[in-house]
Structure formats: C-alpha cells, structure tokens
C-alpha cells in the first residue's frame, strides 16, 4: 500500500504542488514554516477524512481562498485508488475513484496511515483524551465496525447528556432507561476492541521499545482491568454501572462513566510514564507505540501502511536516529526534516525540498 502522487491546491501555504514519492524513503527537507508538515498532514487527511492539527476543516484553506484542493493516486494490493477532498468554508467534498462519498466511513481503509510528529507526545504527557484519541483514529481506519459503534456511541451519549440536564426530574428517571439499553450496547463494543486491540499493541510496542534503547528500557501498555470480558458481560456492566449512578449523573448533569472516560495505562521501567517519564523516555515509548500500529496494520490489512515522520530525527540522539531509520525498511516513509540527515546517507531516498510552500527545483 503506498502513495504515488499528491496534488495540492490552496492548501495551507501551497497555491499549487504537486509531490511524487518512492516507494521507500521519502525525505521533505528544507527550513522552518516552509511546508513540510503541510504536506505530510495533507496525505494523513486523504487516509482518515482528519487533521491530525486542525480542528476544523477551514483551517487548511490557504489565506485569502475559498476552497482547498487534495487528490492523490495510491495504490494497494487490490489495485489502484483515486482519493480526493475539495474543502470550503462551509463543507467538504471527498471522492474515491470518482464516486462522491457522503460517510467518512466510506474513506477510511482505502490508504492506512501512521502518522507521528512531536505532538504525539500528548499521547504520553497529557490526559486521557489523548489516549482515547489514538485508539479512536487507530482502529476507525481498521475497523468500519468499531468507527460506526463509535459515532452511535457519542450520538447517543450526547443525547443522554443533555437529558440529565432536564429541570424535570421524574421525566429523567423515567427516560433514562431507554436511552442507556442502546448506549450500553454500542459501548461494550468499542471497549471490547479497544481491549483486543491493546492486548495486540503491547508486545509489538515493548519490542520496538527495546530496539530502540538497546534493551535499557522496559515499555508496558495495558487497558483498565474492568473492560475484561465478552461484549454481553461488559454490555451488563455498562447497564448496572449506570443505573446505580443515576443520581450522581443527574447531580453533575452529564454522564461520568463509560468508554468516553477510559484510558491506557503506559508504564516504562515500571513507573507510570506520564508522572515520571523524562522528555526523551516520553519520547521513545511515543514513537515505539507509533511503530507497533504499524505491525499492527500490517497484520490486518497484509499490507504496511504509509509512515508519516514529521520533524522527528531532530529530537532523538544519533543512536536512536539510526534505529529508527533502519526500522522503516521495507515500508513506505514520508519523513519531514530540517536538512538532509547524515543517517540517511546511503540509502535510497527520493529526496524533496520545499522553500515557501514549493517543491525548489
């Protein structure tokens, strides 16, 4: 699975651009503000419909425009793919092979992609929302099934919530019923695979922990204990958790327990990453875990995804450099940089330079 060609049209800083890339190592170089990450976050957007940066869509419309412009050819070992996005102020337009599509469901799985850059750090440092961030994005492009569970989930959470703020108390104690039978089963769902999915991603990320530190460091990731069982257990749980909790539900006005509130616990050398972790242990365990969802994807799909490394060389030693690098044989790597790395001397690169939203040639 890999990217031939990306046009750009009045996306971010590029008016118009278009990039071909190898099937191997692909390297953006070129200084700050230039557009490097513009492009690498442009191939993330046409994989999953998402900015792994903005919030919202018209961000990415270059200053001054109406619309921006994304297409690329791909290719995959059930054939070619034509992806497409045209972005306004008001909506988007994403075509695959031509055909419009209305679900972003209906993108994902056409072109896999991981994508890591110093932001993913939050995966380590910050809450809980981050974590559930990374599951989310990880398995909506595995799973159609886990991304629509997903989507009825927060729906009708949604909803729920703003029940529980309702003045008139009887009406909520009566209503609630309803809403929790359907909310309990969308949410065994999306625990159940978040659980498997954990369970797989722990030895692949403690293996590529220890190939980057040489084996100096231990790398642990597993899922809170209490979403252990079969979807029908957990759906049971889900219903008597809730129901026993309506009164604090109701007293804070939304709903306190449940996927939306779950996180993942990430220990290296036994101490709890996010409390002890020094900023390049935080790191290495960040970029380890980026590496065992690629494994990942290739499990599933039987092909590797595209691997995304934004402005990542500059904040590893020299050693880990040379890891990760080595680490990225056989796969199809976009990777950003400020300047040609001496690491990556002789070994095969279609090297690109951007200088002010163009390809300097």
Known sequence: MRIKNLFLKNFRNYEGETFEFSEGLNV???????GKTNCAEAVFYLCTGTSPRAR??????????????????????????????????????????GNK??????????????????????????????RRR???????????????????????????????????????????????EQLCTYAATVARRRADYIAELSPLAAEAHSFLTDGKESLKISAEKKYRGTEEELRGRFYDELKN?????????FTASG?????????????????????????TAALSIKLAEVEIFRSVSGEYPV?????????????????????TDGLQTILTCTHAERVLSGKPVNKIKIEGGAIKR
């Open 259 to 283: 996927p939306h509130r779950d996180d993942i616990d990430i220990k290296i050398d036994g101490e709890d990453a996010k409390m002890y972790a020094s900023q390049g242990q935080t790191r």
């Open 56 to 97: 919202r869509d018209k961000q990415l419309i270059r200053y001054g425009c109406e619309s921006a412009e994304i297409s690329s050819s791909c290719e995959g070992r059930y054939g070619n793919i034509a992806l497409s996005a045209v972005i306004r102020e008001n909506g988007r337009e994403v075509r695959v092979n």
């Open 134 to 180: 990374f599951l989310n994005i990880s398995l909506s492009q595995l799973s159609r099934p886990y991304y629509t569970a997903l989507a009825r989930y927060n729906r009708i959470l949604e909803q729920r919530n703003n029940l529980l703020k309702n003045k008139d108390i009887s009406l909520v104690y009566d209503t609630l019923p309803v809403w929790d």
């Open 307 to 327: 691997l995304i490394l934004d402005d990542v060389l500059s904040e590893l030693d020299l050693a880990r450099r040379k890891k990760l690098v080595a680490r």
């Open 28 to 34: 953006l170089s070129g200084r700050n503000a230039q």
């Open 245 to 253: 909790n309506y009164d604090r539900d109701i007293r804070l006005g």
């Open 101 to 130: 599509i209305t679900r972003n469901a209906d993108l994902l799985g056409n072109l896999y992609a991981v994508f890591f850059s110093p932001q993913e750090l939050r995966l380590i440092q910050d809450g809980p929302d981050e």
